[in-house]
């Protein structure tokens, strides 16, 4: 899926969550940056968001940190 970064351009990637996990992989359009990040723990729906919005944010940092 395609979603923007906060510092311009776009992110290229997939997640997903089983119980207990959070993946997410992004990698940038012009293929100069990719991450990896993978969470676990334990919780209800709540704690679960909370994982995937930490993930998220995330993902933007370690991108956007190389458009500076």
Request: hydrophobic share 35%.
């Amino acid at each position: 899926m395609q979603q923007p970064l906060t510092c311009g351009g776009d992110t290229w990637g997939h997640g997903g969550d089983l119980e207990g996990f959070t993946v997410a992989t992004s990698l940038t359009v012009g293929r100069r940056r990719s991450i990896v990040v993978v969470a676990n723990g334990t919780g209800g729906d709540e704690q679960r968001l909370a994982a995937e919005r930490a993930v998220r944010g995330l993902v933007d940092r370690a991108l956007c940190a190389g458009a500076e």
